[in-house]
């Protein structure tokens, strides 16, 4: 029961409605130089109310700092742990910039070896869509932007959106409403029939591969930053099931510039009878490898704020 109670899907969003309202409203109207005081103030009230957040980037901090020990100096500062505060409540301002105009894709710095935005460009008639893998490293949100620059591309975002209802419609009514936003609580036949319409008319699909299923079922245990932790099977049974490849999506501020990596992860994900789950836990351990060498380039910006190795639940 405990465990089932700590589940991130089970926690309450935090932030209310006029608070996220007032956000929107400082970002459209205020200069950013203006929005530091503010959003200092406001990551202070929730880095002091919010312990158990605290005490689970404190735990990712200390083990990607033995991972790269070259990190250790910058990680075991005091204010280390705040900073990776303010960088997610600077990462949802930006969110919102996005949306209003303040951000395009013109800003972003693109690394693709594998020339994706050319299939991305393609018109979607004749053609199967892809997936793409996303993590909560750095701002997705700004990667949603691509739909602005490739007029082509028809994304859908499976999210559980009943974790961040408010969250999700300030964004809406910043002008995010043309992304699809699919919530999913389940691979169910139903939503499996859809999904496989949306991708045979060339739709792309968005999902994250660093939470596990909201009902705790279909989960693979694989080390990450030498833990054991708990990873979704969601994202490779969907590209398995849909017979379409895999890309991974990474974007996240480097020297105060966003940089955004595409990048083919798999030309398809396929499996033998009965060697499904093992063949599953090969994506999932090559997947947590590469968001470690990420999290390595960006060590503050890994915004998952629960307890990722179920560390509390051993404890109970």
């Known amino acids: ?30 200069p950013a130089w203006g929005l530091s005081p503010i959003v200092c103030l406001v990551v202070t009230y929730f880095y002091i109310t919010s312990s158990s957040s605290r005490r689970n980037i404190a735990r990712y901090q200390q083990l990607l ?7 250790t100096p910058v990680l075991s500062k005091k204010s280390s742990v705040f900073r990776q505060f303010y960088a997610f409540a600077q990462n949802i301002v930006d969110r919102f910039a996005v949306w209003q105009g303040k951000f395009c894709y013109e800003n972003l710095i693109i690394h693709d070896p594998d020339k994706l935005g ?21 701002n997705t949100e700004i990667c949603r932007a691509l739909v602005k620059k490739h007029k082509h591309l028809k994304l859908n975002v499976l999210i559980h959106s009943g974790h961040a209802v408010k969250f999700h ?5 910043a002008g995010a409403y ?19 319409d949306r991708v045979q008319r060339g739709e792309w699909l968005a999902i994250a591969a660093d939470r596990v299923p909201v009902h705790g079922e279909k989960i693979v245990n694989v080390p990450f930053l030498n833990q054991i932790a708990c990873w979704p099977q969601g994202p490779w049974l969907l590209a398995g099931l849909l ?20 990048q083919r992860f798999a030309d398809s994900i396929n499996w033998h009878r009965h060697q499904r789950e093992r063949t599953i836990e090969q994506y ?6 590469l968001l470690t060498a990420y999290c390595i380039k960006a060590p503050r910006q890994w915004f998952n704020f629960f307890d990722f190795w179920n560390q509390d639940d051993k404890a109970v």
């Open 1 to 30: 029961m405990a465990k089932n109670i700590r589940h991130w899907a089970n926690q309450q969003e935090r932030g209310s409605s006029g608070a996220l309202w007032l956000t929107r409203y400082l970002v459209k109207y205020f």
């Open 65 to 71: 700092a033995q991972k790269c020990v070259y990190l």
């Open 118 to 138: 050319q299939e991305i460009d393609r018109p979607t008639a004749g053609k199967r869509g892809q997936i793409f893998v996303c993590s909560h490293l750095g």
């Open 169 to 173: 419609r300030a964004l809406q009514e």
């Open 178 to 196: 043309r992304i699809r936003l699919i919530q999913v609580t389940s691979l169910d036949a139903r939503m499996m029939m859809e999904l496989n």
């Open 243 to 262: 017979k379409v490849p895999v890309n991974t999506l990474f974007c996240f501020k480097e020297n105060g510039s966003y940089h955004l990596y595409l």
């Open 284 to 289: 999932v351990q090559q997947y947590a490898e």
